[in-house]
């Protein structure tokens, strides 16, 4: 590979990171979103003394 090829080849890997990194911030984002809905449900499922199974209908 010539250095014109290898500097492209890096360009490639940076913008690959970079869409990765979005990506995974993404879905931190999103699972922290979930994982507070979730807290929510439970709460007002002990609340009620709803077991999560019954409430799933397990």
Same mark, same amino acid.
């Given at each position: 590979m010539n250095q014109n090829e290898l500097e492209l080849e890096l360009?490639? &890997?940076q913008e690959t990171i970079r869409e990765a990194e979005e990506a995974f911030?993404?879905? @931190? *984002? #999103?699972?922290h979103a979930l @994982? =507070? !809905?979730? #807290?929510?449900l439970e709460a007002i499922l *002990? =609340? !009620? &003394?709803?077991p999560f199974?019954?409430?799933w209908g397990w």
């Open positions: 360009i490639v &890997a911030d993404q879905l @931190r *984002k #999103d699972y @994982r =507070e !809905h979730t #807290d929510k *002990k =609340e !009620h &003394a709803i199974p019954m409430f």
